[in-house]
């Protein structure tokens, strides 16, 4: 079959793109507003875009339900700082339960039951059970285009500055992410769980070396 997305002619009760990207990593971005409340919240539009140096980037797309933008968005570009979260298989729920529509100024995690933790270097905290958090300095937001002027999509990029690694993932001086058993989305409401791995060397080129 062959569709165009913004004709919305794929035949299917449901647009499938998001189920054929697959498996989007999850950002659990916790952020704070300027008075010092702390936000979470999942982002799946989340990625790393480079590594050196490292740099992040999640996409608040739409509005919350009274049309204001999102609260990871504002708080990140007022604070200009955000905290990346390892979502996990045991945290599955709690990441969920922070998708929640609240209010600015209460707080998901608080009634996710999370208990968050300060950073090393930012000003938002970070998820005590969470094994991975990278502390990030917010870089600057490209506004994309929409298709809605009212459901506008940003891409939100930061520099990551600090990254914690619960110790119990390390195993012979390598992180074994298994471990973590972390877990990325999928179409629909299906999600998926990394909890194996398989190795593969890239072939050397003629000089011997690796591209
Ligand atoms: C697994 C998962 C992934 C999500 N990914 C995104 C995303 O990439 N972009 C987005 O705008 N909303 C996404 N959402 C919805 C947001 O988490 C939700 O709108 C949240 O209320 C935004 O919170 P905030 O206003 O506190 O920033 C996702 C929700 C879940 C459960």
């Known amino acids: 079959m062959f569709y165009e997305p913004r004709l919305g002619n794929s035949g299917l009760a449901i647009d499938p793109l998001k189920a054929l990207v697959v498996p989007r990593p999850i950002g659990w971005i916790s952020s704070v507003d300027l008075e010092g409340c702390v936000n979470l919240a999942p982002f799946s539009f989340f990625n790393l875009v ?25 708080n990140a570009e007022a604070v200009g700082a955000f905290v990346v979260n390892l979502a996990t298989y045991d945290l599955r729920d709690e990441m969920n339960a922070t998708s929640a529509r609240l209010p600015a100024g209460e707080s998901e995690a608080e009634a996710a039951g999370l208990e968050m933790v300060p950073s090393s270097i930012v000003a938002p905290p ?8 990278l502390e990030c300095r917010y870089l600057q937001s490209v506004v994309l285009p ?43 409401s299906l999600y998926a769980v990394i909890d194996q791995t398989f190795r593969m060397s890239r072939p050397a080129s003629a000089d011997g070396r690796l591209d």
């Open 126 to 133: 970070r998820v005590k059970a969470s094994p991975v958090a």
């Open 146 to 188: 929409t298709l809605d002027p009212a459901q506008p999509n940003t891409v939100v990029f930061g520099d990551v500055v600090g990254v914690h690694i619960d110790e119990g993932l390390i195993v012979d001086g390598r992180v074994d992410i298994t471990r973590a058993r972390p877990i990325a989305r999928m179409g629909y």
């Open 50 to 74: 480079a590594d050196s140096p490292p740099i992040v980037m999640f996409a608040p797309s739409g509005t919350k339900a009274d049309g204001s933008r999102k609260d990871s968005l504002n």
